[in-house]
């Protein structure tokens, strides 16, 4: 019933993070979540061939949790905070040292005790795992939008000698 409580909460706060998010920071950071999201799947994988993340139950259960968490306030939390930092790494690393700390610590530490999953690591080398995808997201994103504005740049080049 806990669980199943916990997984409907998610799922409804990430909903409503939705929707108050304005549409064109969707947009803008829906390739760098697509990419964090891809990375922490495979981060997920990698925990539970190892044994080191385990949910109770069947493996349905293990699929479900981990879809719950990803896909939920995982991906629209990297939304959020590309948005509220809007391309500024000092207020971006803050966000995240305060968010990743209260999530490697605290709730981590809730989802054990109420059984939502075991992870076998330490929060600390959580804490660490976490902090460095934040980092590595924030790299795809720069790199992503110099991308983006020289392909915007080459293009505009094109149309005007057309």
């Known amino acids: 019933m806990i669980k199943n409580s916990i997984r409907v909460f998610l799922l409804l706060s990430s909903i409503v993070a939705a929707f108050i998010l304005p549409k064109k920071s969707f947009t803008k950071y829906l390739p760098v979540t697509l990419f964090s999201s891809s990375v922490l799947l ?21 699929i479900c949790n981990t879809f719950v968490l ?35 610590f605290p709730i981590i530490s809730l989802f054990k005790k109420v059984g939502f999953f075991k992870l076998k690591i330490k929060s600390s080398v959580f804490f660490l795992i976490i902090i460095s995808n934040a980092f590595l997201n924030y790299i795809f994103q720069t790199f992503y939008e110099k991308l983006n504005a ?13």
């Open 42 to 62: 495979a981060e997920m994988f990698y925990l539970t061939i190892h044994k080191l993340w385990k949910a109770k139950g069947s493996p349905g259960v293990m």
């Open 150 to 162: 020289k392909f915007k740049t080459d293009n505009s080049q094109y149309e005007l000698q057309e």
């Open 70 to 104: 990803v896909l939920g306030p995982y991906f629209f939390a990297n939304l959020w905070v590309f948005h509220l930092s809007k391309g500024r790494f000092l207020l971006y690393s803050f966000i995240n040292i305060i968010a990743d700390l209260i999530y490697a």
